[in-house]
């Protein structure tokens, strides 16, 4: 077996995250939030058909009303526990991850991942297999939404512009083969601009990677040229990363994503950033250009909206592309991102490259090294052993700062790999070191 | 030790209690051992009316798709629809979510093969084989199959039956009837049938969303119809009829309130059918009454025998090209329908007698010879029953050895068989009243100075 177990979500090959499985988290959950209605959604991998299934069997069997949204992003599953009485939910989706895995991730009443805390006690009852088991007359009941979709309604209504735009605005938006076009259509309305769906059909599994990445913006930064379009938006399969494409279909790196959020924001009204210690130094500069601090957590969106909420800060996100602004929701979420960036285009009427041109391209490296699946905790201490200078230890790895460069080293959340992050102009080098070392 | 009585995994299906022992992950398992079983294709699902169907459905569309087999889900549907379905649509199987005539807080499933039967004998032992070793088929490609949704099998059962029965013979008597389907599938389809013959149709219990529990007991037996039977007493109704949660068994009420039983019933439903039919074959079972043996040879055909079992009876009427046939729990079976008991064929069977004759439905059994069936029953373990029977077999050399033993002389017979689901011994025995009872009581007595 090689499911991985983190509170970012229960990921797994499609044949490893089996209906029994899945049933099992799935009671370990309606144990855990006790009485109420759970609301489901997913993206469009096939192997979510099945999984949705066992779901609803497992959170039904326990006792839960399921709600079933169908296939809708997370960040939309996210606002709607935050705009509910809902007691929890699940989204099937692996996000960036190739279309081979899937992961089930659970969300809390007010549409945040659960914390470290609530995870603990989470896994506990599933580890202990105690769950709440229901005779035939206390079972829980199961229905569709599509039928009276209104809260989807309201997120998109909560995502219009005021104003008429200046000019006509058109975008290219590749969904990564995660949801279907009503979405984009809606926020298109919402918006007020026209919106080109790519990779965006519901069956559609093509072999394309969703990671938000240079390297996977390419068609989408050519057809943003051939339409002649104002820029690209390039989403994982969840909607919960995004990176921008500008309109020469150039694609800006996705470290970029936050810093753009952050001064987008700020130049409206203060607040604090947080974002995790693997992510590019980019946002200092914004943060310190209006004064504020910026707050470094774990990696993973339970540990940036955990600090967003304990700091009162309304920014967050990572570099991996995904912000979250914490008065409108507490998910990642990429559809406030484009409206944000939608709006202030129009308002100070600048083109994409107009904002890309305020930043530098970070410095920055990111790879991945194999490791044997049963070393990786004890190479990780033996790689932080070889560095002297300042250390901080993560939950999955290291962080050393070098003063004007850092690394960051972190076991992976799907294979047996370390995932090496680093900005500075010599930090190929120290990555070259830690490659020797391993081998 | 403590017998598990709350589970039953057997080669006509598994039985549990929702919350207890029918768990989430047991119908998984059962559904990806079938699904190993009958290797690919599409599979038809259904449901009766019990609260905790569609919890269990989940289990199975997710054990289906992750096995790469693409469900058609029927949604609630008789068990013989869903039989009859299967075979029309040429599928490759079906599974049916039911606990049949058990309580409510039961369920279960039954698994049909593609020819639209419950499985084989030897096929059930192949399932529950691949069960235990729990090696089923996973999946190695990344594709999995949409559930396809029907929500108009009933249709196909339906047709099948217009064609054995004069329809527009029955509508010009525009029968009262009065059902008691028991909060089970007959609700939602008995009145689509019966409608359609004419009958102006009143049911004991309206379908009524708010309460899903069973109104009584889901088997159609007569200790649980004291309602129907009270209605037709105070009303106006030409017959009434009984079935149990998934509609494979029927019970007839006559006119004046009178519950028939599941033996009476079968002789019923199967007279006029068996009057017009060129002499052949029927099958029952070795504990169904003389009374049908007696209407089959009455109008030239012959009669055999089969082990009790749906599936048993099923198999040698195949064998035998049998015209009919069925089993005295109310289980009606006519080949030209389908191989399956059908309460559904049942009722239209026996409107088309009552039309045909001209006459009530306790006339027609006025004629049908009188004898009294009593049975009892002997606690003993499964290795007891079988040392009782290989003694009783010494004493009756020419017994019929089928299925236990059943003895036959020109007045009386009697059938000696240990249960398939229970530690008991069944003993069954038909004769005139005032008789019977006597040599029921020695035989039991035997039996038990014999287990001593």
Redesign the interface.
């Known amino acids: 077996m090689s499911i991985k177990l983190s509170i970012s979500g229960i990921r797994g090959q499609?044949?490893e995250l089996?209906?029994?499985r899945?049933?099992?988290f799935a009671?370990a959950f309606s144990t855990y939030i006790g009485r109420g209605s759970v609301i489901i959604g997913s993206d469009a991998r096939?192997?979510g058909?099945?999984?949705?299934?066992?779901l609803?069997?497992?959170l039904?069997?326990s006792g839960s009303q399921v709600l079933d949204y169908g296939i809708l992003p997370t960040p939309i599953l996210q606002w709607i526990l935050k705009n509910s009485s809902y007691s929890g939910g699940v989204s099937i989706t692996a996000g960036h991850n190739t279309?081979?895995w899937n992961c089930l991730i659970f969300l809390s009443a007010d549409g945040s991942y659960l914390n470290h805390l609530e995870g603990l006690e989470f896994f506990n009852i599933y580890h202990s297999g105690n769950f709440t088991?229901?005779?035939?007359?206390?079972?829980?009941?199961?229905s569709m939404y599509s039928p009276h979709r209104e809260f989807i309604d309201s997120y998109f209504q909560s995502l219009q512009l005021k104003t008429e735009p200046r000019k006509p605005w058109k975008f290219v938006l590749d969904c990564s083969n995660g949801f279907g076009p009503e979405i984009v259509e809606q926020l298109s309305r919402s918006l007020k601009v026209k919106m080109i769906p790519i990779f965006c059909g519901k069956d559609g599994?093509t072999a394309k990677d969703p990671e938000p990445t240079i390297r996977n913006a390419n068609l989408l930064g050519t057809i943003v040229r051939e339409t002649d379009s104002s820029g690209g938006f390039l989403l994982n399969s969840d909607a919960s990363r995004v990176l921008v494409v500008d309109e020469t279909g150039l694609p800006l790196s996705e470290e970029l994503t936050l810093p753009i959020f952050s001064m987008i924001l700020l130049e409206e009204h203060k607040s604090d950033i947080v974002t995790n210690y693997s992510t590019s130094r980019s946002v200092d500069q914004v943060a310190k250009k209006f004064g504020v601090r910026v707050f470094r957590t774990d990696v993973g969106q339970p540990f940036v909206v955990q600090s967003v909420k304990n700091t009162k800060a309304f920014i967050g996100g990572e570099g991996s592309g995904s912000v979250v602004y914490s008065p409108f929701s507490l998910g990642f979420d990429s559809f406030i991102f484009i409206k944000k960036m939608v709006e202030y285009l129009d308002k100070k009427n600048l083109s994409v490259s107009d904002i890309s041109h305020r930043f530098s391209t970070p410095d920055i490296y990111k790879e991945t090294i194999h490791f044997p699946p049963d070393k990786i905790y004890s190479l990780l201490e033996k790689i932080g052993d070889l560095f002297q200078e300042d250390k901080i230890r993560l939950k999955d790895g290291f962080y050393i700062d070098f003063g004007e460069e850092w690394l960051c080293i972190r076991a992976s959340a799907t294979v047996s790999m370390v995932r090496v992050i680093g900005e500075g102009s010599s930090i190929a080098h120290r990555i070259a070191r830690i490659k020797e070392m391993v081998e | 030790m403590k017998r598990i009585e709350n589970i039953r995994i057997g080669i006509s299906g598994t039985r549990g209690i929702v919350g207890e022992t029918l768990s989430p992950e047991l119908v998984v398992n059962l559904t990806c051992a079938f699904s190993t079983l009958i290797g690919g294709g599409k599979v038809a699902v259904a449901t009766d009316t019990r609260v905790s169907g569609d919890v269990v459905k989940h289990s199975v569309l997710s054990a289906l798709i992750f096995s790469g087999i693409t469900p058609v889900d029927t949604f609630t549907l008789p068990t013989p629809s869903l039989e009859i379905y299967v075979k029309e649509k040429k599928l490759n199987g079906g599974i049916i979510i039911t606990a049949s005539h058990n309580p409510e807080e039961w369920n279960g499933l039954k698994f049909v093969d593609n020819r639209g039967l419950f499985l084989s004998p030897f096929a059930a032992l192949n399932l529950i084989d691949i069960y235990y070793q729990g090696s089923f088929k996973i999946p190695t490609e990344n594709k999995f199959p949409d559930v396809e949704i029907e929500k108009e099998a009933f249709k196909v059962h339906k047709e099948k039956i217009l064609k054995i029965v004069d329809v527009e013979r029955i509508r010009k008597k525009h029968f009262k009837v009065l059902v008691d389907a028991g909060g089970g599938v007959g609700t939602r389809f008995d009145r689509e049938l019966l409608e359609y013959l004419g009958c102006r149709v009143k049911m004991v219990y309206e379908e009524d969303d708010s309460n899903e529990r069973f109104p009584r007991n889901p088997e159609p037996i007569a200790e649980n119809l004291s309602k129907a039977s009270e209605m037709i007493q105070n009303g106006d109704y030409d017959i009434g009829f009984a079935q149990d949660s998934d509609g494979d068994r029927l019970c007839i009420l006559d006119e004046s309130g009178r519950v028939f039983g599941g033996e009476l019933t079968l002789a019923a439903a199967l007279y006029g059918y068996l009057a017009k039919q060129k002499a052949g074959k029927i099958v029952i079972n070795l504990s169904t009454s003389r009374v049908t043996e007696y209407l089959a040879k009455r109008f030239g055909h012959s009669v055999s025998k089969s082990p009790v079992g749906e599936i048993n009876v099923v198999e040698q009427m195949i064998k035998e090209g049998a015209v009919a046939g069925g089993e005295g729990n109310g289980g009606v079976i006519i080949p030209q329908v389908h191989h399956c008991r059908d309460s559904f064929t049942g009722m239209a069977l026996v409107l088309d007698s009552m039309a045909a004759d001209d006459k009530k439905i306790s006339q027609i059994t006025a004629e049908f010879p009188q004898f009294k069936m009593v049975s009892s029953k002997i606690p003993l373990s499964m290795t007891g029953a079988h040392r009782i029977i290989s003694l009783l077999k010494e004493e009756y050399p020419n017994g019929n050895t089928q299925d236990g033993l059943r003895v036959d002389t020109p007045c009386y017979w009697f059938h000696v068989r240990p249960s398939n689901t229970e530690p008991i011994l069944r003993i069954v025995a038909e004769g005139n009243e005032g008789e019977i009872e006597t040599i029921l009581s020695q035989l039991t007595d035997k039996i038990k100075k014999m287990s001593r």
């Open positions: 499609f044949h089996t209906p029994n899945v049933t099992q009671q096939p192997s058909k099945f999984i949705r299934e066992a609803i069997a497992g039904t069997s279309f081979d088991k229901k005779s035939f007359d206390k079972l829980g009941k199961y599994f």
